[in-house]
């Protein structure tokens, strides 16, 4: 079923009274037993497991109006449609989970009073015994229990099938995926094509590109709908692109000549990554935005399934590199890629359906929303020029495009988007462009050997891809249960500083490095490296990202979710592509060469402005530009919600009629 319902549908289920078994109306809807009595179910619990027996078995007939002329029975409907609601399939006996309708009482609610009903009623989502540290062994079970009461509620909120389709999502497409062409690039192209580190850094920015192409992608899936569904074979098609590229890279053989081409393989394979990726987030954000006092629980899970892909994949490619399987590596990464067309056949998106089953363009939809539509389209261009300028242009000319792209879409953004939406947005992107990135050069910094740089940290891959990503994976774990358990409910100003602090402090570890005092005090590279990159960089990078995450999400307006999420994420990514530019460009003003003859003298320069002086300008930006709200706040893009009470209404997919307008009223004066 559904999670949007008109209100008055709930209170239809109540009976001729209104009144449910707990005395109040409209606190929830209750279900007929097979023998003619009545369950009461509140509004927290919004999924509700059953056996596999199925529904009608437990509970016979679901009763009570939808408000379209059709009662739930077995099978789907009365008039033998499934309703509109999230699940393509009908409503049969053999379903083993039913979603629960969200009560208009619950909308009006605290987040801390949402809790405490959800503890009366589910007490099997919370685990609240604190742990005995006098008696250490019993951590693993602690853990455990924290972990599965974590997952029921989870679960409980957003249904099984949901959350596993995340799971397979983020842990097998972008966490192992993702970091096996992050992982595998380096030895690619610097043992095996064998590029200089310059040119390779431009590869890495190529490579990476896609991820500032989201809006072009979010775009098309809202307004051009495949058989009548705007995310499932998107993802399907990309996961068979990401297949085949990856396929090519692995079979054919590649030279210094032919590397531009490779470049564009590993660009392409990004593409199906960034799609699948983004119409995941899309979904959740638009779940999150229906249940917001779920807090950052499923921003935890993708995550921490992240971690885990990151942790499995981190363990393969650094071994296999030193031993000289470079290509043959990436066959492994075709089964990842294709694996997650298969939830996404099955369903497990739960995803609405148009009643229209075709494809066609909803140019309703851009006339709606032309000013969103106009700022993707611009986007996609800026991207465009800044592959073919990292291709073929040179460090004044990548510098330019840079900048110009930087300011003509800030500027669009800010007249063309609501003004909280907007302010955070501009935050959000100059955060990543402030923190210039050098991490081409640097990658060979640390791997060349001595016929480059003598003395150097000279590390191996296994040391550098698998060892350090290891200690990443399980310290960004570490940054993920700080986040949920220390930040989760503070406000974003106060996380965004404070994390932009500890990111400028763990930099310090770089510098140190680069200009070899920690050999002067006896301090190994391999221990200074762990520490900073791999320890206190990794937990402030997450506990920096997630709320990114979470404002992100919670700023999507209904019904457009994919583009308005790309959009500002798209954003995000494009200030990183901007920032390794930037870099690109005081790479070549300071002379640093990462191949034979060598010259990293002005590189712990460039790291110190780039990754330690310019980041704390965003500290003051956080304080203007960010919302003083907490990250368990309801947020329109036009401002703070203070509990208002949700609309529930089925509504047909696509932009067809009765879609919100959030950005292109005429007489909308706020930006």
């Given at each position: 079923m559904a999670d949007s319902w008109d209100?008055?549908?709930?209170?239809?289920?109540?009976?001729d009274t209104g009144v449910n078994d707990h005395g109040t109306s409209g606190q929830g809807i209750r279900?007929?037993?097979?023998?003619?009595?009545?369950?009461?179910?509140d509004g927290a619990a919004l999924h509700q497991p059953v056996d596999s027996v199925g529904v009608e078995d437990t509970f016979g007939p679901l009763d009570g109006d939808l408000g379209d002329g059709g009662t739930v029975a077995q099978?789907?409907?009365?008039?033998?449609?499934?309703?509109g609601g999230e699940f393509d399939r009908p409503y049969s006996s053999v379903d083993d989970e039913v979603m629960l309708l969200p009560s208009t009482d619950e909308a009006q609610m605290s987040s801390e009073e949402v809790l405490a009903q959800q503890r009366i009623q589910h007490p099997e989502w919370f685990y609240d015994v604190e742990m005995d540290w006098r008696k250490p062994w019993c951590a693993p079970v602690h853990y455990f229990r924290v972990f599965r009461a974590f997952y029921r509620r989870i679960v409980g909120i957003f249904s099984s099938q949901f959350v596993w389709l995340l799971f397979l999502a983020q842990c097998g497409v972008k966490g192992a995926l993702y970091s096996f062409l992050q992982s595998g690039i380096l030895p690619f192209f610097q043992s095996y094509v064998k590029v200089s580190g310059e040119r390779y850094h431009d590869f890495l920015t190529i490579a990476v590109l896609p991820w500032a192409m989201k809006t072009i992608f979010g775009m098309l899936s809202d307004v051009v709908p495949i058989k009548g569904y705007h995310k499932r074979y998107y993802i399907v098609g990309a996961s068979v692109l990401c297949a085949l590229a990856i396929g090519i890279i692995a079979s054919v053989r590649f030279s210094v000549d032919s590397a531009n081409?490779?470049?564009?393989?590993?660009?392409?394979?990004?593409?199906?990554?960034?799609?699948v990726d983004l119409l995941t987030e899309g979904q959740?954000?638009?779940?999150?935005?229906?249940?917001?006092?779920?807090?950052?629980s499923l921003v935890s899970w993708v995550w921490g399934s992240y971690m885990v892909g990151q942790l499995l994949s981190s363990a393969i490619v650094g071994p296999m590199a030193d031993a000289g399987y470079i290509k043959a590596m990436f066959w492994i990464c075709v089964p990842l890629a294709v694996q997650i067309s298969i939830p996404a056949m099955l369903g497990w998106l739960q995803e609405e359906r148009r009643p229209q089953h075709d494809t066609t363009v909803l140019v309703?939809?851009?006339?709606?929303?032309?000013?969103?539509?106009?700022?993707?389209?611009?986007?996609?261009?800026?991207?465009?020029?800044?592959?073919?300028?990292?291709?073929?242009?040179?460090?004044?000319?990548?510098?330019?495009?840079?900048?110009?792209?930087?300011?003509?879409?800030?500027v669009m953004a800010f007249f063309m988007l609501p003004r909280t939406l907007a302010k955070a947005n501009l935050y959000l992107f100059m955060a990543e462009v402030l923190y210039i990135q050098v991490s081409g050069v640097g990658q060979f910094f640390f791997t060349v050997g001595p016929e480059c740089l003598t003395g150097g940290p000279n590390f191996s891959y296994v040391f550098y891809q698998t060892t350090s990503s290891i200690v990443q994976a399980i310290f960004g774990g570490v940054g993920v249960v700080l986040f949920q358990s220390v930040l989760s409910k503070q406000k974003f100003q106060y996380i965004f500083w404070m994390t932009t602090v500890l990111r400028v402090v763990a930099s310090v570890f770089d510098v140190i490095m680069i200009m070899r005092w920690n050999k002067a005090i006896g301090i190994s590279d391999e221990a200074l490296f762990l520490l900073g990159d791999g320890v206190l960089y990794q937990?402030?990078?997450?506990?920096d990202f997630m709320p990114m995450i979470v404002l992100t999400s919670k700023l999507c307006p209904p019904r457009m979710e994919s583009t308005v999420y790309a959009l500002l994420a798209g954003f995000q990514n494009l200030g990183q592509a901007i920032a390794k530019e930037i870099g690109a460009f005081m790479l070549a003003k300071g002379n640093v060469h990462a191949q034979v003859p060598c010259n990293f003298d002005n590189f712990a320069l460039i790291v110190t402005v780039g990754h330690m002086m310019l980041p704390l300008l965003a500290i003051p930006l956080t304080f203007i530009l960010i919302p003083d709200c907490r990250l368990t706040d309801a947020l329109t893009?036009?401002?703070?919600?203070?509990?208002?009470?949700?609309?529930?209404e089925l509504k047909d997919v696509g932009g067809s009629g009765n879609d919100t307008t959030l950005f292109d009223s005429d007489d909308d004066d706020e930006g």
């Open positions: 209100s008055s549908t709930a209170l239809d289920a109540l009976g279900r007929r037993k097979a023998d003619g009595g009545h369950i009461p179910l099978g789907g409907l009365e008039d033998g449609t499934d309703g081409i490779a470049a564009m393989l590993f660009f392409f394979g990004h593409v199906g990554i960034v799609v959740y954000a638009s779940r999150m935005v229906k249940h917001p006092h779920s807090g950052a309703s939809k851009i006339k709606e929303h032309k000013r969103i539509f106009s700022i993707a389209g611009v986007m996609g261009l800026a991207t465009i020029s800044l592959v073919l300028v990292t291709l073929y242009g040179s460090a004044n000319s990548k510098l330019a495009v840079s900048l110009v792209s930087a300011v003509v879409l800030s937990i402030a990078y997450m506990m893009p036009e401002g703070v919600v203070k509990q208002q009470p949700e609309e529930y």
